[in-house]
């Protein structure tokens, strides 16, 4: 989904959010933020999402265990099956870099390094998933210190991810 983050996002910005969905066939989605923008009368709204944040902490080594990819490999997608077909929309970042990470077929999460309008750098990880039966084994912890460890890399100070509010696995 796009997400308009600037303090002058508004809704003068919505055709070209929409031009974009429309030259690849889809249905717009925006991811929006209460405080910036609201959703316009007659929208309707899906998932609702928290956004939690932090410092990047020190680096600690790498998780061997924890594979990245520039684009998402079938195992990747095996946990998303609705971006088979469209992996463009999963690599697609403005001005930023992007990485796939996936702890074997356990858990699995893209991040994506952006600098914020005030020059902060941010690694923002998304589409986390774990199989259910792999669940509370610290496989999605793994994956998020990974995906911050790389954002570090990157120049990332800070994280976030953003988790969806009826997400009680």
Do not use: K
Not at 8 to 31: E, F, G, I, K, T
Not at 78 to 99: E, I, K, M, Q
Not at 149 to 166: L, S
């Amino acid at each position: 989904s796009a997400s308009p983050l600037r303090p002058d996002a508004s809704a003068v910005d919505l055709p070209a959010v929409a031009a974009w969905y429309h030259d690849r066939d889809l249905q717009p989605s925006l991811s929006l933020p209460d405080r910036l923008l609201r959703p316009p009368a007659g929208w309707s709204l899906s998932a609702e999402a928290l956004v939690l944040t932090l410092p990047i902490p020190s680096p600690t080594g790498p998780d061997t265990d924890t594979e990245r990819t520039a684009v998402p490999d079938d195992r990747w997608q095996a946990h998303h099956p609705r971006y088979r077909d469209r992996p463009d929309l999963l690599t697609a970042v403005r001005d930023g870099v992007v990485t796939f990470l996936r702890r074997g077929d356990a858990a699995v999460a893209r991040a994506a390094v952006t600098a914020a309008p005030t020059g902060r750098r941010w690694v923002g990880i998304t589409a986390m998933a774990t199989r259910p039966d792999e669940r509370r084994r610290g496989h999605a912890a793994a994956v998020c210190a990974e995906a911050m460890r790389w954002g570090a890399e990157q120049g990332a100070t800070h994280a976030y991810v953003q988790v969806e509010v009826d997400n009680d696995e």
